[in-house]
């Protein structure tokens, strides 16, 4: 027998093409190439354009920036202004506070290279009578000190209340400013802006205060803030709101749209000579007239009252005007705006598209014109995209090496080896292979299963957990909106607040300030919180404050003090509170204050304090001339008490069952009381005349006819009750009893008519009559004018029919409801009521058979008629 040799498996050489490794190496070049390829074509397509669009969006962010700067300073000037045209209003009469005080505020910011002057500008007569002109200015020397320029108030020269800063700004409320076009002045010879602020006092123009700016100063701010705020590759120049040329870069800024002598020439006249500047115009064309179809869809002023104004304007600039006093006086534009942005196509004077973006500012109007080069921020997103895509590329390729090296560890090898196996013969080594395979396979599957439990009891956990989340979130929700409300309301609360309200921390630090805070000692809140005492006040005023705080600190317990803060006024005195402020766990945090004004309880503390030293000086004085006097007053007194005896006695003579006489000492006394006053007047006058007899013999003749009348008038209407029924001409006792009521009339500002027809005869006795007449007519006085008008007025109309006499008494007073004018009458009818009209009615019914009724409309009339039978 021959020896078997061992047979081989019948396996082919692979060819290359066909090995698996080349296969992976092959397909993964091509998978590269594409991801490379497509990398390269979104970088510099998409991410491209984003970056173009990112870079304009930035470059209008600047030029906002810029913008929000100019505003910042244009606002800071417009408070400089206010606060001069508040010391104008404040100090009109005092012409060296404003000498003093307008050089030291021109001077406070510091920008003297920016403002050139300002002052104040009076109406004729305003501040000065026998001056037309009469202006307080000052300006800056080549040396930047102010000096007071007093060519303006010359009547040679041209008027200043004719110029274009000061006509218009008679139609602006107060503390609202208007910038001036660009303008040449007339005895400076600078080129400049004004900003103006009307000065009011009681519905009255008084004037008005300005702050001037050179456009060469203006152009050094500029260049700055060009400079500091925006890139070298942009190009900003600045409009006024007649879109002349008031500030452009330097000249190695690039693209040059502005020449150096362009400065205060019209966009318009520039745009002749440049195609770019004509497109430009053109858009600020459709801005102007976009701005005065906003003025006009809610004007302040109508055409009428703007028509003496713009009758004294150029054509060509009425309706701007007309918008800029609309739209200032209803504050429609209270930021800055990009207004429209636009591009600018290469052409034979600028060889590369520009983007335009142009922005108008508030208050000012002015136009602040951007213009971006296309090519260099296209450049730019060249570069960038380039740089991305180099270093993209660098690392997919090394991803991709990384990746064909993993690939054959983990696939390429192990299939290798397996081959090599198979190829071999190499049993053991394929099942220990195989095995291993298959113990791997089904030990993932079953982690796989383990896993997807796991999973699954991870998946409904979350959901509970998020549940709970959304819960909790939900409730932190509503503290979050309650306590927003809170905090409103508290910051509504304290502002609102007249006194000064703060808090400060256990340090000293303001954390908590209201705007009454700020408004009285001057500073911003941001410029306040955070600092401490001998940061904010003169150190006599922080040392007492800290001297406060620490004793309340120490007593832990409210306390009062009285405390000076320092403010536009001077120090002013204030009554403060301060009490600590604890947490949860009683210890102290902070410390609270409240403090109100006492200076004008102080002032009129003292105001009394003298007047009363003055009054002890004048009643020692009065003292003598009283005792010289007393011998006279008695004797008067002796005649008013025999008066008083002998009516006293016609009272008891008078006396009636019916309860309606109780109301006889009240009437008696009101009507005597009158004629005791005009005697004691008469008397004191005497004394006071002894010294001037003879000057003032007349006068007192004249008070001595005017009191005897009265007395007659007196006995004429005050006749006993037991004397006999007379006939009585009743036009006569009204004319009497007028004559007795005009003193009191008089001083009550009240005028009384009387219509009456002189024929009719009562037999009624007078006391009766007096005593009807009087009640119905002090009714009146006492009910009917409350409200102290000057037109009070009360009429009394008396006639006859057949045997009946009705009086009316008519009022122009309050009057009284519909439902208070049926409870009155109701009253009247009423035996129980205590009113004095229903004791009256009830007499007037038992004794002349007669009645009361009223009639009135509310805030128009009370109307009173008697009626009673005409003999008894």
């Known amino acids: 027998m021959g020896n078997s040799s061992p047979t081989h498996s019948p396996i082919k050489v692979l060819r290359w093409r066909d090995s698996l490794p080349i296969k992976f190496s092959f397909i993964q070049f091509i998978i590269a190439s594409l991801i490379i390829i497509s990398s390269v074509w979104l970088i510099f397509t998409i991410e491209k354009s984003h970056h173009l669009e990112t870079q304009i969006v ?42 003093d005080s307008i050089p030291a505020l021109l001077n406070t910011d510091g920008k003297h290279q920016l403002i050139s002057g300002g002052g104040l500008w009076p109406e004729p007569a305003a501040f000065n009578q026998e001056k037309e002109r009469d202006s307080f200015f000052w300006s800056r020397n080549k040396s930047l000190e102010l000096q007071q320029i007093e060519g303006y108030n010359s009547q040679i020269g041209p008027d200043y209340h004719q110029e274009s800063w000061y006509k218009p700004i008679r139609f602006y409320p107060q503390n609202t400013v208007l910038w001036s076009q660009a303008y040449i002045d007339t005895y400076t010879k600078e080129t400049m802006l004004t900003a103006s602020v009307p000065m009011w006092s009681e519905h009255q123009f008084l004037g008005v205060a300005t702050i001037d700016i050179t456009l060469s100063g203006l152009a050094h701010f500029f260049n700055e803030a060009v400079n500091e705020k925006t890139e070298n590759k942009s190009y900003i120049f600045a409009l006024d709101h007649l879109n002349k040329v008031i500030a452009f870069p330097d000249e190695h800024q690039s693209p040059q749209l502005i020449e150096p002598n362009s400065l205060f020439k019209p966009l318009s006249q520039l745009a002749k000579e440049k195609q770019n500047l004509a497109i430009i115009n053109q858009k600020l064309l459709e801005v102007d007239e976009q701005l005065i179809q906003r003025a006009q869809q809610h004007p302040a002023f109508s055409q009428e009252q703007l028509s003496s104004l713009l009758q004294s304007t150029p054509v060509n600039q009425r309706d701007k005007l007309a918008a800029l006093i609309n739209l200032n006086a209803s504050k429609t534009l209270n930021t800055a705006e990009l207004i429209t942005s636009f591009k600018l196509s290469p052409n034979e004077q600028s060889n590369q598209a520009s983007l335009v973006s142009i922005f108008l500012m508030p208050s000012t109007y002015w136009k602040i014109i951007l213009v971006t080069p296309l090519d260099s921020i296209n450049e730019e997103a060249n570069n960038i995209a380039a740089r991305i895509g180099f270093y993209l590329v660098i690392m997919q390729l090394f991803g991709l090496l990384l990746l064909f090296l993993l690939q054959h560890r983990l696939f390429i090898r192990p299939i290798s080896s397996m081959v090599f196996a198979l190829k071999e013969n190499q049993v053991a080594k394929l099942e220990l292979e195989a095995a291993n395979r298959k113990d ?53 609360l304290l502002n609102a607040s007249h006194n000064l309200i703060f808090v400060k921390d256990i340090q000293g630090s303001y954390t908590l300030v209201n705007d009454r805070f700020c408004e009285v000692i001057g500073i911003e809140r941001h410029g306040i919180l955070g600092k401490k005492d001998l940061q ?26 009285e405390q000076a803060f320092p403010s536009s006024h001077g ?58 006097a007393q011998q006279q007053i008695a004797l008067q007194k002796e005649v008013i008490n025999q008066i008083e005896h002998e009516n006293l006695g016609a009272q008891q003579q008078r006396h009636m069952d019916s309860s309606v006489y109780l109301l006889f000492p009240a009437m008696f006394s009101a009507l005597i009381k009158r004629q005791m006053i005009e005697q004691d007047h008469l008397v ?12 003032k013999l007349d006068t007192m003749l004249a008070l001595l006819t005017h009191n005897t009348d ?99 008494v008519e009022d122009n007073g309050i009057g009284v409801s519909p439902e208070k004018l049926a409870q009155l009458n109701e009253q009247l009818l009423s035996n129980n009521s205590q009113r004095s009209l229903s004791r009256l009615n009830g007499w007037l019914k038992a004794q002349f058979s007669g009645q009361i009724i009223l009639e009135a409309k509310s805030n128009q009339y009370m109307r009173t008629i008697c009626h009673f039978a005409k003999k008894t």
């Not at 904010?536 to 009062?560: G, V």
């Not at 004191?684 to 000057?695: G, I, L, P, V």
Request: net charge negative; hydrophobic share 40%.
């Open 684 to 695: 004191a006058k005497m004394c006071q005349n002894e010294q001037e007899a003879e000057t």
């Open 710 to 808: 009265t007395l007659r008038h007196f006995q004429q209407i005050l006749l006993s009750k037991n004397e006999a029924i007379k006939a009585i001409n009743l036009s006569q006792f009204l004319s009497h009893f007028l004559a007795v009521f005009e003193p009191k009339l008089t001083e009550e500002n009240i005028s009384l008519e009387l219509e009456c027809d002189e024929h009719i005869i009562v037999n009624l006795p007078s006391w009766d009559l007096l005593l009807l007449l009087y009640s119905i007519v002090n009714n009146s006085l006492s009910h009917a004018f409350i409200d102290k008008r000057s037109d009070c007025n009360i009429i009394i109309r008396a006639t006859q029919e057949s045997e009946a006499i009705t009086i009316i």
């Open 536 to 561: 904010l006040f003169p150190p006599h005023i922080a040392e007492l404050i800290l001297k406060h705080d620490k004793i309340t600190l120490d007593t832990q317990e409210p306390q009062s003090f």
């Open 440 to 492: 791997e396979v089904g030990q993932l599957a079953q982690a796989f299963v383990f896993r997807n439990h796991q999973l699954e009891v991870a998946f409904a956990s979350l959901d509970a957990s998020n549940l709970a989340l959304e819960e909790q979130l939900a409730v932190q929700q509503l503290a979050q909106n309650e306590l927003k409300l809170r905090k409103t309301q508290l910051n509504s």
């Open 58 to 99: 930035l470059s209008q962010n600047q030029g906002l920036a810029f913008v929000a700067t100019l505003e910042q300073t244009t606002t800071k000037i417009e408070s400089l202004a206010s606060s001069i045209a508040s010391l104008g209003q404040l100090y009109s009469n005092n012409t060296q506070v404003l000498q």
């Open 571 to 628: 120090e002013t005195l204030y009554q403060i509170t301060k009490f600590p402020i604890v947490n949860d766990e009683g210890e102290t945090i902070s410390m609270g204050n409240m403090a109100f004004d006492i200076s004008s309880q102080k002032v009129i503390t003292q105001e009394l304090h003298d007047n009363n030293l003055q009054l002890t000086n004048e009643i020692s004085e009065l003292s003598v001339q009283i005792k010289q």
